[in-house]
T-cell receptor, first 116, second 110 residues
Framework: KAGVTQTPRYLIKTRGQQVTLSCSPISGHRSVSWYQQTPGQGLQFLFE???????NKGNFPGRFSGRQFSNSRSEMNVSTLELGDSALYLCASSLGSSRFSGNTIYFGEGSWLTVV | QQQVKQSPQSLIVQKGGISIINCAYE??????FPWYQQFPGKGPALLIAIRPDVSEKKEGRFTISFNKSAKQFSLHIMDSQPGDSATYFC?????????FGTGTRLQVFP
């Protein structure tokens, strides 16, 4: 069974631009969640989608948005990039029947975003 | 109230020794406590998890100890091996929250 696949793996953007990251979950998984990982703030939850609906949201500004398609694939978008958005963005998937509690979530290898 | 405090930030252990990482939480709504292991360049992977109705869970060399009254839980790695060198994250979850600890970088020297 293929794992969680994220594209692109590495990208460099200029301040003010926008970026779209893509995530393909494990086959059969209906929940996709996104996380930001930085040395200073650690792992922070961005949002979670289940059956194309945003089910949970972390404390990030509106510049961070996402969506999920009918095949469970997901994208996240960051508009008006700031230097502080430089981070590893991780996608994870799970069967998702009971939101977070007791659900094993499987992470992808992440997309490294550098904003210059 | 949403924080999960993890310590130490880094840990150096000799091969064969015991590695201990501690976490503390405040929100009593948390009901599932997983630990993740992350190697450089990889995403975190679930290592072991526990529910608060159990005081200890063991899987191979990895053991979680859980103290519900103190709102603390810890990961013990017995017979630590160089291959265990990684960053470890504790986490606490409720129905709609998933909060990670700040991570512990473990280095096991031969």
């Amino acid at each position: 069974k293929a794992g969680v696949t994220q594209t692109p793996r590495y990208l460099i953007k200029t301040r003010g631009q926008q970026v779209t990251l893509s995530c393909s979950p494990i086959s059969g998984h209906r929940s996709v969640s996104w996380y930001q990982q930085t040395p200073g703030q650690g792992l922070q939850f961005l949002f979670e989608y289940f059956s194309e609906t945003q089910r949970n949201k972390g404390n990030f500004p509106g510049r961070f948005s996402g969506r999920q398609f009918s095949n469970s694939r997901s994208e996240m978008n960051v508009s008006t990039l700031e230097l502080g958005d430089s981070a590893l963005y991780l996608c994870a998937s799970s069967l998702g029947s009971s939101r977070f509690s007791g659900n094993t979530i499987y992470f992808g290898e992440g997309s490294w975003l550098t904003v210059v | 109230q949403q924080q999960v405090k993890q310590s130490p930030q880094s840990l150096i252990v000799q091969k064969g020794g015991i590695s201990i990482i501690n976490c503390a939480y405040e929100n009593t709504a948390f009901d599932y406590f997983p630990w993740y292991q992350q190697f450089p360049g990889k995403g975190p992977a679930l290592l072991i998890a526990i529910r608060p109705d159990v005081s200890e869970k063991k899987e191979g060399r990895f053991t979680i100890s859980f103290n519900k009254s103190a709102k603390q839980f810890s990961l013990h790695i017995m017979d630590s091996q160089p291959g265990d060198s990684a960053t470890y994250f504790c986490a606490a979850t409720s129905t709609d929250k998933l909060i990670f600890g700040t991570g512990t970088r473990l280095q096991v020297f031969p």
